[in-house]
């Protein structure tokens, strides 16, 4: 795909999401004006643009970046390569072969294979050509989603050439045509995989895997690439003699089943001959690559807290969130919040199918975050979405930029709730907690992968925000060894703990996520490629991992609907004499029928009791979410026939949150509300409503 520039007068993105006071932050930014841009630092209290609420606040920090910065036009290059910085040299007859299984073949000119000046490419109309300079051979027809094997055969002295393919299977016939590709071998130039370079950059992206590229010079090996090896790197291994070992650009996905792949092994790492194929895409982006415009040293004083680096160019603005965690070692406050950055990074830039124009009207009265990522898919989509060729997006990065963790961006712009996710529906814990005057650290998913329950030490309690979904094994072992060593634990969302990902072991900042075998998916992984190719682990749910997330919250995923909230009503049991602390100054029996997200504090995804799966004996359930809309479904792992379930229980008694608390041997506690819009409750009514104090008494007795 040739190179682009953003649509958005200003737009940076920083080169990491959380930091430490003393460490460095890059800030790289696009800017469409001829002035220059200036920088200013905020902390951020709430994120939530709704007028009938706090509205967006910010607390202005006293730091100079100085006088402004040059604006300049960054350009980026989307799609995935692969690149050998030199061709073999050859001396007589060669033979360029390759094994590919096109996606996308009537999209646009798209080159499989380029080498030492010669090109092996699918026409606009779908049809198979080699191409030497302005010299064109054209071959037979290519059908989507066939396996060929692809051969040119040239002879330089005479210019010759003969291409060849032959399908793998009954429905694609061999086809071969001969004619003269006058030109010379040039092996100073670069190899390409599934691009070929233009004016410096790659462009005519393949849509689709490619398997073993081999170059023969007259009948001798002179390179053959063997894309089963290095699968958990980002580089390509030469077999041949020469070595010509090359690197993967823009993360294509690897560990896929290739040609030779017969279905008697699903994991990759005990057959990888049979995934000897990379998957590549026109749309796949990793790093834009843009130039550095500015590096932000985080004063060592400066306190732990979600900070905002705003972008400033005439009238127009973008403003970058940074999440700054106290000294590695120390802890400033009894609480700390566990920032879902792995969340936020997979749900990136999610394009939303239901997404609505009419949603723009609401963005520009609250004054919210004006650019809406459905209306810019060039700035590469989520894990939610699909690539161009309709197979699902499995890696999610934030090395480039994110709209959908604007402070002000709104998820849902139907309604008059504030239809908030991720970054900025967290802020409503965030601000109520300020209000509260309850202080607290930041810990991301990074430090918590990164350092496991030694981050963690110290902290007499531990809250999620609204939606905790995405998890390493190094994560979710953290916060399980913390628990259980006596810490306190809250989880104040709903869907939790729910799909395992992947981090790179090369290019850390970059997500894998393989939607295996069941759950509420956006896309379905092809059979025999639910391994991931990051750490080579099971991926899918965790509950198909062994560890369904009741086992750590006492609460799992259960139902899913609009983005609509109801309320909890309170069971029996909370009104027993060792649970009043809890409910200590409510007198209600329903608890939460309101809030700013969906209107109420059990809603959107809900999340029960199920000690089958890991829900302790002891678990107490406080309250239970009811009157639910028709929009509400059981999960799929839920669902065994239309008739049953796997508890063999009726939908409609799986469709609620419970609100549980349990106490832990060896001292720890757990509070959970199993529902994705509780935390939209909490700042609702200037912060006095029962749900409220319900979370203040809770917070009283852990952190006490």
């Known amino acids: 795909m040739t190179l682009q520039f953003p649509r958005i007068p200003i737009l940076g993105y920083s080169d990491r999401l959380s930091v430490r006071p003393g460490e460095q932050?890059?800030?790289?930014v696009h800017s469409e004006s001829a002035g220059p841009f200036t920088v200013r630092l905020t902390r951020s209290i709430c994120a939530d643009p709704n007028p009938a609420g706090m509205g967006i606040v910010e607390e202005p920090v006293d730091f100079d970046f100085g006088p402004g910065f040059p604006s300049r036009r960054q350009a980026f290059n989307p799609g995935s390569y692969g690149i050998v910085p030199r061709s073999p040299p050859v001396s007589g007859q060669v033979t360029l072969s390759v094994t590919i299984w096109p996606t996308r073949p009537y999209a646009q000119e798209q080159v499989i294979l380029s080498?030492?000046?010669?090109?092996?490419?699918?026409?606009?109309?779908?049809?198979?050509?080699?191409?030497?300079?302005?010299?064109?051979?054209?071959?037979?027809?290519?059908?989507?989603?066939?396996?060929?094997?692809?051969?040119?055969?040239?002879?330089?002295?005479?210019?010759?050439?003969?291409?060849?393919?032959?399908?793998?299977?009954?429905?694609?016939?061999?086809?071969?045509?001969?004619?003269v590709l006058p030109g010379t071998w040039d092996a100073s130039a670069p190899v390409l995989f599934a691009a070929t370079l233009r004016d410096s950059h790659a462009d005519l992206h393949f849509n689709g895997k490619i398997q073993a590229p081999t170059i023969l010079d007259g009948g001798s090996v002179a390179a053959a690439w063997d894309f089963a090896q290095g699968t958990m790197t980002t580089q390509v291994t030469d077999t041949g003699a020469h070595g010509l070992h090359g690197q993967l650009i823009n993360f294509p996905a690897r560990a896929m089943k290739g040609a030779d792949w017969v279905g008697t092994e699903m994991r990759w790492r005990d057959a990888p001959q049979q995934y000897g194929a990379i998957h590549f895409h026109d749309d796949d982006i990793y790093d834009f690559g843009w130039e550095t415009d500015f590096i932000w040293t985080v004063p060592e004083d400066l306190p732990t807290g979600i900070y905002i680096v705003r972008l400033t160019c005439g009238e127009h603005e973008d403003a970058i969130p940074v999440f700054v965690c106290p000294p590695k070692g120390q802890r400033h406050n009894d609480l700390a919040v566990l920032i879902s950055t792995f969340t936020y990074t997979v749900y990136g830039n999610h394009e939303r199918p239901d997404f609505n124009p009419a949603w723009l009207e609401t963005i520009k009265n609250w004054n919210a975050y004006p650019w809406n990522a459905a209306e810019y898919p060039e700035l590469g989509t989520s894990t939610y979405n699909h690539h161009s060729d309709g197979s699902g997006i499995c890696h999610a990065s934030a090395r480039r930029p994110l709209l959908t963790i604007r402070p002000g961006y709104i998820t849902y712009g139907y309604g008059t709730h504030s239809g908030l996710r991720h970054f900025q529906a967290d802020s409503h814990l965030i601000a109520w907690l300020h209000d509260q005057g309850i202080g607290y650290d930041i810990i991301t998913d990074q430090e918590l992968h990164d350092e496991g329950v030694e981050v963690l030490k110290g902290y007499r309690c531990v809250t999620t925000g609204s939606h905790p979904e995405y998890h390493t094994p190094e994560t979710l072992d953290a916060l399980q060894q913390y628990r259980d060593g006596g810490g306190n634990f809250c989880y104040l969302g709903g869907n939790g703990f729910y799909w395992r990902v992947a981090l790179h072991l090369q290019e850390p900042s970059m997500i894998e996520i393989r939607r295996s075998e069941g759950g509420i998916r956006a896309w379905a992984a092809e059979p025999g490629e639910y391994f991931n190719a990051f750490d080579g682990g099971y991926g899918g749910l965790w509950r198909r991992n062994g560890r369904p997330p009741q086992l750590l919250g006492g609460v799992g995923f259960s139902a899913q609907g609009q983005f609509e909230g109801s309320y909890y009503r309170r069971t029996q049991d909370s009104y027993a004499d060792d649970l009043a602390w809890i409910f200590e100054g409510v007198d209600d029996e329903v608890i939460g029928d309101f809030g700013f997200s969906g209107y109420g504090a059990a809603g959107f995804e809900l999340d029960r009791v199920d000690?089958?799966?890991?829900?302790?004996?002891?678990?107490?359930?406080?309250?239970?979410?009811?009157?639910?809309?028709?929009?509400?479904?059981?999960?799929?792992?839920?669902?065994?026939?239309?008739?049953?379930?796997?508890?063999?229980?009726?939908?409609?008694?799986?469709?609620r949150a419970d609100m549980v608390y349990f106490e832990v041997p060896g001292g720890g506690q757990v509070f959970s509300t199993g529902s994705i819009t509780f935390c939209g409750s909490l700042p609702w009514n200037g912060c006095e409503n029962n749900v409220s104090r319900i979370m203040r008494n809770v917070f009283e007795r852990f952190l006490g």
Do not use: C, N
């Not at 299977?169 to 086809?175: G, N, P, R, Y």
């Not at 979410?625 to 229980?649: A, D, K, M, N």
């Open 25 to 28: 932050v890059a800030f790289m």
């Open 115 to 179: 080498a030492g000046g010669v090109e092996i490419f699918i026409t606009a109309d779908s049809r198979l050509a080699a191409r030497i300079g302005d010299a064109v051979l054209i071959g037979g027809p290519i059908l989507e989603r066939h396996w060929y094997d692809i051969a040119l055969t040239w002879y330089p002295a005479t210019g010759t050439a003969t291409l060849t393919q032959t399908g793998r299977d009954i429905w694609t016939e061999a086809t071969e045509a001969s004619g």
């Open 611 to 655: 000690v089958r799966l890991g829900s302790p004996e002891t678990v107490r359930i406080l309250a239970q979410s009811e009157g639910h809309g028709g929009s509400f479904v059981l999960v799929h792992e839920e669902q065994l026939t239309h008739l049953t379930t796997v508890p063999l229980e009726p939908p409609e008694k799986l469709m």
